[in-house]
C-alpha cells in the first residue's frame, strides 16, 4: 500500500468567479485535482481523488509515478481571465499579426524580465 501522504501536492484557492473555495493539484499527476470549500475539504477530496488516480493506473497496467518525481514542464498552463481582458488581448493579436498565444507569452517574458531586473 501506497503512503499517498508522500506525495507533494498543491493548493490554491478558488475566485469566485471559479466557484470559491480552494483547489488541489499534485504535480506528479497531471491531471489528478480536487477541490472544496475549507483547504481541509479541498485535501481530503484530493486525497481520496490520488488514491483513485493510482488505483485506476495500477488497474490499466500503466506506472505509478514515484513520490516528488514531478512531470517536466510541458510549456502550457490554463489561465481564465476576464472575458474583456479576452477581448483586448484578442483584438492587439490581431493588430499585431501574431497568435494570441504569442503575444501573451512575449508579454509575460517582458513582465517577468521588468520584474527581475528590479529584484523583485
Given at each position: 500500500?501506497?503512503?499517498?501522504?508522500?506525495?507533494?501536492?498543491?493548493?490554491?484557492?478558488?475566485?469566485?468567479?471559479?466557484?470559491?473555495?480552494?483547489?488541489?493539484?499534485?504535480?506528479?499527476?497531471?491531471?489528478?485535482?480536487?477541490?472544496?470549500?475549507?483547504?481541509?475539504?479541498?485535501?481530503?477530496?484530493?486525497?481520496?481523488?490520488?488514491?483513485?488516480?493510482?488505483?485506476?493506473?495500477?488497474?490499466?497496467?500503466?506506472?505509478?509515478?514515484e513520490?516528488?518525481?514531478?512531470?517536466?514542464?510541458?510549456?502550457?498552463?490554463?489561465q481564465?481571465?476576464?472575458?474583456?481582458?479576452?477581448?483586448?488581448?484578442?483584438?492587439?493579436?490581431?493588430?499585431e499579426?501574431?497568435?494570441?498565444?504569442?503575444?501573451?507569452?512575449?508579454?509575460?517574458?517582458?513582465?517577468?524580465?521588468?520584474?527581475?531586473?528590479?529584484?523583485?
Amino acid at each position: 500500500m501506497r503512503d499517498l501522504h508522500q506525495y507533494p501536492f498543491e493548493m490554491r484557492p478558488l475566485t469566485e468567479e471559479e466557484g470559491g473555495g480552494f483547489l488541489v493539484s499534485f504535480p506528479d499527476f497531471s491531471e489528478c485535482i480536487a477541490d472544496g470549500e475549507t483547504p481541509e475539504e479541498a485535501l481530503r477530496n484530493g486525497m481520496d481523488a490520488l488514491q483513485e488516480t493510482i488505483a485506476a493506473l495500477e488497474d490499466l497496467g500503466l506506472a505509478v509515478p514515484e513520490p516528488g518525481s514531478g512531470r517536466p514542464y510541458s510549456g502550457k498552463f490554463i489561465q481564465r481571465v476576464p472575458k474583456s481582458l479576452h477581448a483586448r488581448l484578442a483584438l492587439r493579436a490581431k493588430q499585431e499579426g501574431v497568435s494570441m498565444n504569442a503575444l501573451v507569452t512575449a508579454m509575460l517574458a517582458e513582465g517577468l524580465g521588468r520584474r527581475e531586473a528590479q529584484g523583485v
